[in-house]
């Protein structure tokens, strides 16, 4: 009896995995080192894959760091009855992640890198900030420059907070920035 043909892999490593390998070993390596110092090579060797492995996939430590962070922040829980309790939902869910092991560093890092470098600005605008921008738009009801301008003292408020004192803003603080944007938002 003739012997059964194995299905064909393609070459190399299985594929499955890698990237939550990989993103792992980026915000493991953002909270222990400081983002500076968490290089593409300390992220393949803590992912335990070659630097081409990770290049292959992103062509920059900034492409890298927005792939990891749209994995780590994944949609906008935007729920709630009202536009308020909607707005205070999605305060709370990204002070939370800006609060986890890494997150904000890694946040304020690749934004940092983006002041000098147009092609990563357009990564991260088109990337990141315009899905959410565009969710937020529609559950909400308003104005793409209204709709910026909140991202803006809400993004910058918590990433400003984390940089001065090393922590994530405190609950009560959290209260205090949402009870002031849905004033905002109402007025």
Not at 46 to 74: N, Q
Not at 77 to 87: C, D, H
Request: with cysteine.
């Amino acid at each position: 009896m003739p012997a059964t043909a194995e299905p064909a892999r393609s070459p190399g490593r299985p594929r499955s995995g890698v990237d939550a390998t990989v993103f792992a070993a980026t915000l493991r390596a953002v909270h222990e080192l400081g983002y500076t110092r968490a290089t593409v090579d300390r992220v393949a060797a803590l992912a335990g894959v070659a630097k081409t492995t990770i290049y292959r996939r992103w062509p920059s430590k900034g492409e890298l760091v927005v792939a990891c962070l749209l994995d780590a922040f994944g949609p906008v829980p935007l729920a709630g009855a009202t536009r308020g309790e909607i707005l205070a939902g999605g305060i709370r869910w990204i002070a939370a992640r800006i609060g986890e092991p890494g997150i904000g560093a890694a946040f304020a890092g690749v934004f940092t890198d983006a002041v000098n470098d147009p092609a990563l600005r357009e990564v991260l605008a088109t990337r990141f900030q315009d899905p959410y921008r565009l969710a937020l738009q529609e559950a909400l009801g308003e104005p793409e420059h209204r709709v910026l301008f909140l991202i803006d003292v809400v993004v910058g408020t918590l990433l400003h907070r984390l940089g001065m004192t090393g922590e994530p803003m405190a609950e009560r603080d959290v209260d205090a920035l949402v009870a002031m944007v849905r004033h905002t938002l109402e007025s």
